[in-house]
């Protein structure tokens, strides 16, 4: 397989989106790579390994490297958090592991809610985008041990709910793990184990950057893109208090989709 550095210019080019020009123009700081965007190799491998602060710092962009397709994390301060501003249930500060200056950390509430949206013509057209929540807990942490966390995804027609536990001490992983190896070992139930990779799949991961994530669900975005796509994160219903989660954003990124999943999507936009 060629490497993608081993490619030339003309090449690399093709991988660019059109807009890319005024993608650069958002970019805090400016980036080392000049406006003209001369060396458009140098571009599309930094801005796939580097994401880069947009829009006054409250989102980043990225491509994915074997796409060229859009990358993007809505960072905390551009989520709407209810009662964010309110000093006794969060704080905003800055975590030197963070790409943004802010990060939402929670004091202490019982209602949690939390909501994402963007414009979908800043997406990549004809694309399968999963949304990852980006989090972590500070030690002393509680309140999400075995809770489920209601989520919506919603993008013009179609859309998806489903629940996720965010797993603070990662037990419920593990079960999954467990429970995963000795239904294939012992019963050899195909069904039963995509069932359990399902679950499996809403449980958080670590990413390797000192943050987890977890996967909310998945939208399409049509060709010509139109309208926007909307994230929500609840638990409004249990009234449990809840402390310790640190919230970096929600991120957006290309995926690929089984077959089925591809039917679902496609049949809940035509509804």
Not at 117 to 131: F, G, I, P, Q, V
């Amino acid at each position: 397989m060629v490497e993608l550095d081993a490619l030339p210019e003309e090449c690399i080019a093709h991988f660019l989106p059109p807009d890319l020009d005024v993608i650069v123009s958002t970019f805090l700081p400016p980036p080392p790579f000049g406006p003209s965007l001369d060396r458009k190799k140098d571009v599309f491998l930094r801005l796939c390994k580097d994401p880069l602060l947009i829009d006054s710092g409250r989102k980043s962009f990225a491509l994915e490297k074997w796409s060229g397709k859009k990358c993007y994390m809505v960072g905390a301060r551009d989520l709407s958090i209810v009662w964010g501003n309110t000093p006794s249930s969060w704080r905003w500060s800055s975590f030197h592991v963070s790409r943004f200056p802010e990060v939402a950390e929670l004091i202490r509430v019982r209602w949690l809610e939390v909501h994402a949206k963007m414009e979908t013509r800043l997406l990549s057209a004809d694309t399968y985008y999963a949304a990852y929540f980006i989090f972590k807990f500070v030690h002393g942490n509680y309140g999400f041990e075995t809770q489920a966390v209601e989520v919506s995804i919603s993008c013009g027609s179609a859309g998806e709910q489903c629940y996720v536990y965010f797993d603070p001490d990662g037990r419920m992983r593990q079960q999954y793990q467990t429970v995963q190896e000795r239904s294939l070992h012992i019963f050899r139930d195909a069904t039963a184990v995509r069932v359990l990779q399902a679950r499996e799949k809403k449980a958080p991961r670590d990413r390797g950057d000192g943050w987890k994530e977890i996967n909310l669900g998945e939208f399409f975005v049509d060709d010509p893109p139109t309208g926007e796509v909307q994230i929500s994160l609840m638990d409004v219903k249990s009234l449990k208090w809840k402390s310790g989660l640190v919230i970096q954003g929600i991120e957006l990124r290309p995926t690929q989709m089984t077959s089925q999943e591809s039917s679902r999507q496609r049949i809940g936009q035509r509804r």
